[in-house]
């Protein structure tokens, strides 16, 4: 077991040592540090002094174990935008993004076991097949594209009104097929409350609230599908085993078989799968929050990359690298130890 | 390769395989080639099929702008989808977007497939240390996500070379972001298909023979590493569209002189709000079905060759 686990940490290391040298590169070859300091007028003479004196001239090592040592301690620069530590302009942008994947992962959660369990006990009912049918259509969406359609059908509002009004059933038709609209859809709201250091939350309002639904429902709309396949793979696979026919056999109630010796089960695959997911979702939560103008992390990522703001881009890229690093080694170590039959000090077979 | 004559031509040969058969009877994937090969057509006639060149700025009239389509009051009936902000009409502009979006799904797919089949079959057949480094490599950057690298790798790009630059080249770019972002889908794919077929008597009987590891790869066991391969392109070139679609709504794709389906919904999520809501919700569902009926065709290819699949 402790092998184990110093191999995975040695080997989340290592990658977070690739990154480093990665973003490094990114930051010695496209930022120049003195255009940023001084202005037009000053000589070229005074650039190079500048330059030897910040040491922009030592070897490529050098520098790098100069960055990777301010880095450790949490020193990443200045972002050329907001003309402060690039570290306080992510923890600003930090909580918006975590309060959208905390909405997400309940929505996912509560949806996604549920209907896989049900698509899986019953593979061949009609309620089964549509959900499956929702699903392929529901990956086939790009998630802007159903933050868009959420907009039009939600916040803007459809009037939609094809059948004959002066009817009954027409206007029915016509009030059931068109929308209000009304929802929010434009960054977080003012109703906020104040946590602590700079973690305004949505969560204790109900106007707070109102503004986190269209966003998660889109973010959620991309990996919910996933899940419910995968689930139902699962389940379906674990259903076939002997001990769950020998279960049977000895007269289990079916929902005690379902629920507590399948699932326990199924939900193995499930975690590392939604782990390796949460790379996805950081990814995505860019394109969510672009179309909300939601004011998170990724929002400042791309507004970064607009503004070349260099400094910024790098800190996002190992802020984010060591997100994904944390959380792959962490279920890795989970799915280790909860399956026993994962060879823990062998080689990858 | 001999054949006698007592064997069947290729082409009866094909028309008699269990792919055909299950095609015959399959109406889903019969309408979902139908529609894919409609919309593949319309794509590459489009210079033909297009009323005007959107590309060509004398054709367009800023007059037009925010036309609606034809079925809602106020349409002009010159312009059947109505027009975008710029007054371009958006049955042509669509059907040039398809075509680049086609473009750029079908050449990243064939350089994800030349990186991860060189890749998976190195690794697979060599095994030892470059087994490990390849895959370690492959397993490193599927776990920042396909679409979060090319995100990463665009912007960079993009930083180099400077907006200007960046637009004119979008499509070479953009195919080599994404072909460069999914490899490792192919690589585990097919390493996974080449560790079975290692250990089989063929590829002994070859080494015997003194062919050379590169003769046995390449002409011995990758034919037999063909269906895995095909159904994994399937579902690869959807991801590529909606990568291609995903970066160009950020920014870092097709400019909007020469839009793609996913430019094109950028450009109109901004007239979202003016009520102009067809410049963005009619690309944006062809770009929906041609992604689901590649996705469906997929589907069906894999229950069809059923071949075991790399499981992550």
Not at chain 1, 196 to 202: E, I, K, Y
Not at chain 2, 165 to 185: F, N
Not at chain 2, 210 to 215: I, L, N, P, S, V
């Amino acid at each position: 077991m402790i092998a184990f686990l110093i191999k995975r940490l040695m080997h989340a290391l290592v990658v977070m040592f690739v990154i480093s040298v990665i973003s490094f590169a990114i930051q010695s070859n496209l930022g120049d540090p003195i255009q940023q300091m001084v202005g037009q007028s000053v000589p070229e003479s005074e650039r190079a002094e500048l330059r030897e004196e910040l040491g922009l001239n030592d070897p490529f090592l050098v520098q790098y174990a100069r960055f990777a040592a301010n880095a450790v301690q949490g020193d990443f620069g200045y972002s050329y935008f907001f003309n402060e530590p690039t570290t306080d302009v992510i923890l600003r942008h930090l909580p918006a993004t975590l309060e959208l994947v905390i909405a997400t992962t309940l929505i996912i959660v509560l949806l996604s076991v549920p209907i896989g369990v049900y698509c899986a006990i019953r593979p061949r009912s009609a309620l089964s097949r549509l959900f499956m049918s929702v699903s392929i259509v529901g990956i086939s969406i790009p998630v802007f594209l159903t933050a868009i359609m959420l907009i039009q059908i939600f916040a803007i509002g459809v009037d939609f009104s094809p059948f004959p009004a002066d009817t009954g059933w027409g206007q029915w038709l016509n009030g059931a097929l068109s929308t209000e609209g009304g929802m929010p859809s434009y960054g977080r709201g003012n109703d906020l409350t104040h946590l602590f250091g700079t973690w305004d939350s949505n969560f204790f309002s109900l106007e707070g609230l109102t503004y986190l639904v269209l966003p998660s429902l889109s973010l959620a709309s991309i990996m919910l599908p996933l899940f419910i396949r995968l689930i139902r793979a699962e389940m379906l696979e674990v259903l076939q085993s002997e001990y769950v026919k020998f279960a049977t056999a000895k007269g289990i109630s079916r929902k005690r078989i379902y629920f507590v010796h399948a699932l326990k089960n199924t939900m193995l695959p499930v975690i590392t799968v939604g782990g390796v997911q949460l790379g996805t979702m950081v990814a995505y939560t860019i394109l969510t929050e672009t179309v909300f103008q939601w004011p998170g992390m990724g929002l400042m990522f791309l507004e970064a990359i607009q503004r070349s703001d260099i400094p910024l881009i790098v800190t996002y890229l190992m802020i984010v690298g060591l997100i994904f690093v944390i959380t792959n080694t962490l279920v890795d170590l989970i799915y280790g130890l909860v399956n026993p039959t994962v060879k823990l000090t062998g080689k990858p077979a | 390769m001999t054949t006698t004559t007592t064997t069947p031509s290729r082409w009866k040969r094909f028309r008699n395989s269990y792919l055909v058969y299950s095609f015959k009877r399959d109406w889903i994937a019969q309408c979902c080639l139908a529609i894919f090969l409609c919309l593949l057509l319309g794509a590459i006639c489009a210079p033909w099929l297009a009323p005007m060149n959107p590309y060509d700025l004398t054709q367009i009239s800023i007059l037009d702008s925010e036309l609606p389509p034809m079925w809602i009051d106020g349409a002009d009936p010159l312009f059947p989808l109505g027009t975008d902000a710029q007054g371009r009409d958006l049955l042509s502009t669509i059907l040039y977007g398809a075509r680049v979006s086609l473009i750029i799904g079908f050449g990243a797919v064939i350089l994800q497939a030349v990186i991860g089949v060189t890749v998976g079959l190195l690794a697979g057949y060599l095994g030892g240390r470059i087994d490990a480094f390849l895959m370690r490599l492959a397993d490193i950057q599927l776990s920042f996500s396909t679409l979060m690298v090319a995100i990463i790798v665009g912007a960079v790009i993009k930083a180099i070379f400077g907006g200007a630059t960046y637009s004119a080249y979008a499509v070479w770019l953009l195919v080599l972001i994404i072909g460069l972002a999914e490899w490792p889908q192919y690589a585990r794919t097919v390493r996974a298909s080449v560790l079975a077929e290692r250990s089989k008597e063929y590829v002994d009987a070859a080494r015997v023979m003194g062919y050379r590891d590169r003769r046995i790869m390449f002409r011995h066991i990758l034919p037999n590493t063909l269906s895995p391969i095909f159904v994994i392109s399937t579902v690869q070139i959807a991801n590529a569209i909606i990568s291609e679609a995903a970066l160009s709504f950020l920014g870092l794709g097709m400019p909007e002189t020469q839009p793609s389906l996913g430019s094109l919904i950028k450009s109109g999520f901004d007239y979202l709000q003016s009520g102009s809501w067809w410049i963005t919700l009619i690309p944006g569902t062809v770009l929906v079905v041609l992604v689901l009926v590649v996705n469906l065709l997929g589907d069906w290819l894999r229950d069809v060759m059923n071949p075991r699949l790399y499981k992550g």
